[in-house]
């Protein structure tokens, strides 16, 4: 019994703080209006109104909608701490015309949620400056939210 109990201490040491970590982030819906077209993982948006909210059954999966269409994509994400900045806010990244959604904030939670680089993105920063030769860095550009119902 004692050796039983001993094993199940560090696989719930294990389990409690990624649970929290998957619920940690979103605090709501998040709406905002990106007045760029943009990619999430391999999927185009056209510039409009948005929001992102968590699926219900997978912590670590959102969804974006648009609220003026019927485009829609689920992409996965990892917590990441908010580092003191107010506010709701989307952060994307850019490399030329092209952005990238990066990070979702809802101002309220103190954490964040972090998207990986999808194919697409990593594709476009490998490419380097036709005169330069170099590689193309990212410009972060945010874009004020709102949390809603």
């Known amino acids: 019994m004692k050796k039983q109990l001993l094993s199940v201490v560090p696989t719930l040491a294990l389990i409690i703080p990624m649970t929290i970590i998957g619920f ?41 909608r648009g609220v003026d269409n019927n485009e829609a994509a689920s992409f996965n994400v990892n917590g990441l701490t908010d580092k003191g900045e107010d506010g709701a806010r989307l952060v994307f990244r850019r490399y ?31 490419k380097r400056d036709t005169i330069t030769q170099n590689v193309v860095k990212p410009e972060t550009v945010m874009v004020a939210a709102e949390l809603g119902n």
Do not use: C
């Open 96 to 126: 030329g015309e092209q952005y990238f959604l990066a990070q979702i904030y809802d101002g309220v939670s103190g954490s964040g949620n972090q998207l990986m680089k999808s194919k697409a993105e990593r594709e476009v920063a490998k």
């Open 24 to 64: 940690a982030g979103l605090n709501g819906r998040v709406k905002a209006d990106i007045p760029f077209d943009f990619m999430v993982g391999g999927k185009e948006f056209k510039a409009g109104s948005y929001t992102i909210d968590r699926v219900s059954n997978y912590a670590g999966t959102l969804v974006i």
